[in-house]
């Protein structure tokens, strides 16, 4: 009787439902918020980086220092750093690519092949039933 009844008990559990809402979202989307945050830091990290430098130089060789020469070097160093960073990574995307993209391109080959053998195997049926229908 105690089987009975626990076994009562656990059919009437209701099933676990899977995560919605923000829990389900952060799951999808949390790794994107956590480069996105990181990228942020590392710009505004490079901005004051900058900024203090041009400070320093500009107060080593007693001009003054403002946004008006900041700005310019600002985009230039940030379009700098970003076009050696996507040389690499174009360049990585390449390497790891080429290999890949022949091995698809001969298997799509081979597929092409076997397609063309299957088809005219079928025509052929075809056209095996259709005289023997005739006659």
Known sequence: MAETVHHSIRSHRAPRSPRTGWRRHAQWWGAVYILAALWLGSAA??????????????AAHGQP??????????????????????????VQA?????????????????ADKDDV???EAQ???????ITDREV
């Not at 490079?46 to 203090?52: E, G, I, K």
């Not at 700005?71 to 996507?86: G, I, K, M, Y």
């Not at 390449?94 to 081979?110: C, E, G, K």
């Not at 025509?123 to 095996?128: K, M």
């Open 123 to 129: 025509l052929a049926e075809l056209r095996t039933a």
């Open 94 to 110: 390449l390497l790891l690519l080429s290999p890949l993209a022949s091995r698809v391109w001969r298997a799509d080959r081979n």
């Open 45 to 58: 990290a490079h901005a004051a980086a900058l900024w203090r430098t041009q400070a320093d130089d500009a």
């Open 117 to 119: 053998a299957r088809i």
């Open 65 to 90: 220092h403002g946004w008006a020469d900041y700005w310019p070097a600002l985009v230039s160093s940030t379009a700098e750093n970003w076009q050696s960073e996507w040389a690499q990574l174009t």
